[in-house]
């Protein structure tokens, strides 16, 4: 069977293990069936997540006009420090800046290659986890707007990591550490006006588990502009990522808005 579409990040469903789906406009396809099967993905062009024309992706699924204009790629998305929005204050588009900014947002511990520090939405939980390729994760408070959650992630990254290494998260490399003992210690660490937010009581930990036949020892990344043309046999699903059984790995969300063609 061929599977033809743009590729946006695969639509996840929390169990165990966890179900992975890519989604185009008129198929979708459980990856999970694929497992230790072989199946080809090869690059047929671009299309903008944004606008929709066929032109060269820049970031994020977006065409460089497309990035450097929409509401939904401003600087506070990365650094939600940034967010002005309970000012009153517009970045790119105020509407949609208090849709997102204005909502409850959680700040968490997760374990993926390390422990880092994070923010998401609260809607996105576990869905923030999942794409990360977390073994397990911790709720540390939940503030009202994007902006408290963010001084809260710059106040923790000098005690934990704010990014994860790929590498590690993938190889399976996950050191031993108890998040509820974590959460514990760091209340005088979080400012003083998101302190108020924080329950110790509140230990919401979550464990996911992923769709893993074999990790591997060595990593290759897979670039669809060097290489548009891939065949082999998928041996897991972590994160945003496939593994396949020969090292290679597939970030797919680092190709949102390549169009591809999927032969099973």
């Given amino acids: 069977m061929t599977y033809e579409g743009v590729l946006t990040k695969m639509q996840t469903e929390f169990s165990n293990p966890i179900q992975y789906y890519l989604v185009f406009e008129n198929s979708f396809l459980n990856l999970n069936q694929l497992l230790d099967k ?3 993905i090869s690059f047929q062009g671009y299309q903008c997540l944004n606008c929709g024309k066929k032109k060269k992706i820049f970031r994020q699924g977006f065409c460089y006009d497309c990035f450097m204009s929409s509401a939904s790629a401003g600087d506070w998305i990365m650094k939600p420090e940034l967010s002005t929005a309970h000012l009153d204050i517009e970045d790119r588009d105020l509407d949609y800046e208090k849709r997102v900014q204005l909502q409850p947002h959680i700040v968490y511990l997760a374990l993926s290659s390390e422990v880092k520090v994070g923010v998401t939405r609260k809607t996105q939980v576990p869905t923030r986890w999942i794409d990360q390729g977390a073994v ?8 009202p707007n994007r902006y408290l ?5 710059v106040a923790l990254k000098s005690h934990y990591a704010d990014k994860t290494n790929w590498q590690k998260m993938l190889k399976n490399d996950v050191p ?3 998040l509820l003992n974590e959460k514990a210690s760091l209340k005088y660490l979080i400012p003083k006006e998101v302190q108020g937010y924080y329950d110790l009581n509140a230990n919401d930990l979550y464990e996911l588990h992923f769709p893993v036949l074999e990790y591997p020892k060595k990593v290759i990344s897979l670039n669809l502009d060097k290489s548009p ?5 998928l041996t897991g699903i972590k994160g945003q990522y496939l593994l396949f059984e ?7 969300r680092t190709f949102e808005g390549y169009v591809v ?4």
């Fill in 229 to 233: 043309n891939f065949s082999g046999k």
């Fill in 246 to 252: 020969d090292g290679t790995v597939f970030n797919v």
């Fill in 136 to 143: 397990k994760a911790i709720p540390i408070v939940e503030v």
């Fill in 149 to 153: 959650a963010g001084i809260t992630e």
């Fill in 38 to 40: 072989s199946f080809e």
């Fill in 261 to 264: 063609k999927i032969s099973v």
């Fill in 176 to 178: 031993q550490v108890d």
